[in-house]
C-alpha cells in the first residue's frame, strides 16, 4: 500500500499564479522529506529537502514540514509554463527502522497554463 | 560530477521471459536503488542495497530479483516478464540517507 500519499493528483494553474502540493506519510518511521521534479521523459531531479520543522525557501519554492503530522507542503510562486511537470515527494526510513529506504508517493502533474 | 548508466535503454521481451536490467555508477554512492515507474505514476520502489553484496527488499519485490557484486553495479532480473506489461525503470544512488538521489536514465520496459 502507499505510504506516501500526494494531493492533489493533478493542478492547472494560470501563469504568475501560485501553485500548492501537499503530501503525508503514514508511516510514523520517516524522518526526511524531499521534493523532486521530473519534466516530461526526463528523470527525476531533487528540487527541494526539508529535514527539520518549519518552512524553507528557495526562490519562487517554499517547502513546509510539520514532523508531528508528518506532513509537507511545497508552494511555488509566480508560476511559470518551465513548472509544469510531475512533482514527486519523498520519504525515508529513520536510522534505526528502514534505514536507506527512500518512498515516493504517486506524484501531482502540475500544469501551468499561459 | 558523476553519472549512473543503465542498459539497454529500450527493451523487448517476450512473455515468461527472464530480462536482465544493468546500472552502473561512478559517483562511488554507497546506496542504490531500483524503482518502477508506469506511464505519468509515481515510482514504486522494488529493491535497494545500502552497500555491496547488501539486498533489501521495496514493496514491489515479487517478480523481481537483484544483484549487487560490486559497489558500482546494481542489476534488476524480471523474473518472468508478464504479457503487455510497459514501464520504466529507473536506477538511481546515493551516498547515504539524508543525501540527493541521482537517477539514471531508465530503461523502457515492453512486453510483447
Known amino acids: 500500500q502507499q505510504k506516501v500519499q500526494q494531493s492533489p493528483e493533478s493542478l492547472i494553474v494560470p501563469e504568475g499564479g501560485m501553485a500548492s502540493l501537499n503530501c503525508t506519510s503514514s508511516d510514523r518511521n520517516v524522518d526526511y522529506f524531499w521534493w523532486y521534479r521530473q519534466h516530461s521523459g526526463k528523470s527525476p531531479k531533487m528540487l527541494m529537502s526539508i529535514f527539520s520543522n518549519g518552512e524553507k525557501e528557495e526562490g519562487r519554492f517554499t517547502v513546509h514540514l510539520n514532523k508531528a503530522s508528518l506532513h509537507t507542503s511545497l508552494h511555488i510562486r509566480d508560476s511559470q509554463p518551465s513548472d509544469s511537470a510531475l512533482y514527486l515527494c519523498?520519504?525515508?526510513?529513520?536510522?534505526?527502522?528502514?534505514?536507506?529506504?527512500?518512498?515516493f508517493g504517486q506524484g501531482t502533474k502540475l500544469s501551468i497554463k499561459p | 560530477g558523476g553519472i549512473i548508466t543503465q542498459t539497454p535503454k529500450f527493451l523487448i521481451g517476450q512473455e515468461g521471459q527472464k530480462l536482465t536490467l544493468k546500472c552502473q555508477q561512478n559517483f562511488n554512492h554507497d546506496t542504490m536503488y531500483w524503482y518502477r515507474q508506469d506511464s505519468g505514476k509515481g515510482l514504486r520502489l522494488i529493491y535497494y542495497s545500502i552497500t555491496e553484496n547488501d539486498l533489501q527488499k521495496g514493496d514491489l519485490s515479487e517478480g523481481y530479483d537483484a544483484s549487487r557484486e560490486k559497489k558500482s553495479s546494481f542489476s534488476l532480473t524480471v523474473t518472468s516478464a508478464q504479457k503487455n506489461e510497459m514501464a520504466v525503470f529507473l536506477c538511481?544512488?546515493?551516498?547515504?540517507?539524508?543525501?540527493?538521489?541521482?537517477f539514471g536514465a531508465g530503461t523502457r520496459l515492453s512486453v510483447l
Open positions: 519523498a520519504a525515508s526510513g529513520t536510522m534505526n527502522y528502514n534505514q536507506g529506504k527512500l518512498i
Open positions: 538511481a544512488s546515493s551516498i547515504g540517507r539524508q543525501n540527493t538521489l541521482y
